[in-house]
């Protein structure tokens, strides 16, 4: 099946080149399980319909001079959607399809041909009838984007033409306060105080940015990738945990779900480094005790990218893809550096009362603008391969890459498929870890990408995790029986 464009395409973002240097080389994953066997001619007649009216799955990079230009191509859908022919029914489906979604890693996709594909694998897993795995190059846009991008192609499996419902942030509260101020001075020099803030929290922020290009490196732990970690194999695992347990604390404690989110992972990294770091003592020639061996003041921080042009809505998405719309388009991100506490703690609600903290603290900065439009001038100035290297030096010298996506709140359809799970992950950055979380329905997915070489076990970090959140919850619990008691 193809599909002929001829329309000019535009020139190619700042972003989107530095994606393309052979240091910062990088792709986003999209893992989406179904409910029921996959019918592929259905697969392919959704795409023309969707996907495929977008102008960056149909076009492919073209080197005009100094240029390099998106151009409108033909586009045969056999090229793209691959259906591999296993002969025989795995004996560990799970791990079948989590090996040959790792093999991506280990070869490029070509560059002669518009930068994605889908592979289908009517694979019974332990969590799906059968897997279908986006591959696209991360110049196509940011990540946020792009999985909405394909959210916005499925529907509500309650009705079929109905767009999936998207949670919005709630500006209640700011309302709230902003009705509360009592007089128009006390605004004035609250709206000051604000401002100074900004601009000394920008100004830090920006000094630690360029401390970390030049030396400011994380400790060394069992987390910590080493020089060429961004062109090791990798490895994809996932674990879904409750939505309403995450939304049961964000209520509770009063803070918002990436709060908790952030402190969740804080609370089961220092769980998993904890163990890196026990040591083991017998105890009566049978059972087994770990003492806590976690350095004192380890410094480990996340690298978030931030996309710093508003995200279209589902329904600009729709509308483009139906050539409706205009709504923008592209990669346009920045990035933040946040610490992470590693310490363990008596009260599990300490890693959310951090995380919150400090997820304030960045939201009162502008060092994603400011990171961005450094790059950008670096890229313009010194070319792709310079700013990519200076991108890759940023993030090595951290330890993690973080980041979460809101999805459907209701159950969605991907082309007539019900949808089990989404969980995407990207890969090709110097990280040995990436956590991303991922919302739908009444659950939320915690995909890591992992450097096996430094990280053998992922899953055990995703048993930290969920046993995180339990005890987090458990205490969230604990304190409003007492305070009902009271």
């Not at 090229?79 to 991506?104: A, L, T, W």
């Not at 502008?366 to 070319?383: D, Q, R, T």
């Not at 995407?424 to 990408?449: C, D, E, K, R």
């Amino acid at each position: 099946m193809a599909m002929a464009y001829s329309r000019d395409g535009e020139e190619i973002s700042p972003a989107a080149r530095l994606f393309h240097s052979p240091s910062f080389n990088c792709y986003v994953i999209a893992i989406l399980g179904c409910k029921t066997d996959i019918n592929v001619q259905v697969i392919k007649e959704g795409l023309c319909h969707t996907l495929l009216k977008h102008p960056r799955f149909t076009s492919k990079l073209v080197k005009k001079g100094r240029k390099t230009r998106w151009a409108q191509t033909t586009i045969d859908l056999d090229n793209h959607i691959i259906v591999p022919q296993i002969h025989s029914k795995p004996d560990y489906p799970d791990r079948f399809v989590e090996d040959y979604i790792s093999n991506f890693t280990k070869t490029p996709l070509d560059i002669s041909k518009p930068l994605w594909e889908l592979h289908l694998l009517n694979i019974k897993t332990s969590t799906a009838e059968s897997v279908g795995i986006f591959r696209i190059h991360h110049s196509l846009g940011d990540g946020t984007s792009l999985i909405s991008l394909l959210i916005a192609g499925t529907r509500k499996t309650s009705d079929p033409n109905a767009l999936p419902t998207i949670p919005t942030t709630n500006k209640k509260n700011v309302s709230v306060s902003n009705a509360r101020r009592c007089s128009t001075l006390v605004s004035f020099w609250m709206s000051v105080l604000s401002g100074f803030s900004l601009i000394w929290n920008t100004i830090v922020d920006v000094l630690f940015l360029v401390l970390t290009i030049l030396f400011f490196k994380d400790t060394h732990t069992p987390l910590k990738g080493s020089h060429g970690v961004e062109l090791n194999t990798k490895k994809f695992v996932h674990r879904t945990i409750r939505m309403d347990d995450i939304k049961l604390v964000k209520t509770e404690m009063k803070t918002t779900v990436n709060d908790v989110l952030f402190g969740l992972a804080q609370a089961g990294i220092t769980r998993y480094l904890n163990r890196e770091y026990g040591v083991e003592d017998k105890n009566d020639g049978t059972a087994m005790q770990r003492k806590s061996k976690i350095p004192k003041n380890i410094r480990l921080r996340a690298s978030i990218l931030v996309n710093i042009r508003p995200s279209p809505g589902i329904q600009d998405l729709a509308d483009m893809m139906a050539e409706k719309g205009k709504a923008k388009w592209g990669n346009k991100m920045g990035y933040v550096t946040c610490p992470f506490n590693i310490a363990l703690q008596e009260d599990p609600l300490e890693y959310v009362r951090q995380a919150k903290a400090i997820i304030d603290r960045k939201k009162h900065s502008l060092e994603a603008i400011c990171s961005y439009a450094c790059a950008k001038l670096v890229l313009n100035l010194f070319g792709a391969k310079v700013a990519g290297a200076i991108t890759r030096r940023v993030l090595f010298h951290t330890t993690i890459a973080f980041s979460n996506v809101a999805g459907p709140v209701e159950e969605v359809s991907f082309y007539g498929h019900p949808v089990a799970y989404i969980a995407p992950s990207v890969y090709g950055h110097p990280h040995a870890l990436t956590i991303h979380f991922q919302s739908y329905a009444n659950q939320m997915t915690i995909s890591l990408a992992v450097d096996p070489t430094i990280i053998p076990n992922p899953y055990l970090l995703c048993d930290d995790l969920e046993e995180s959140l339990k005890l987090i919850c458990d205490n969230v619990v604990k304190k409003r029986h007492i305070a009902e008691i009271i």
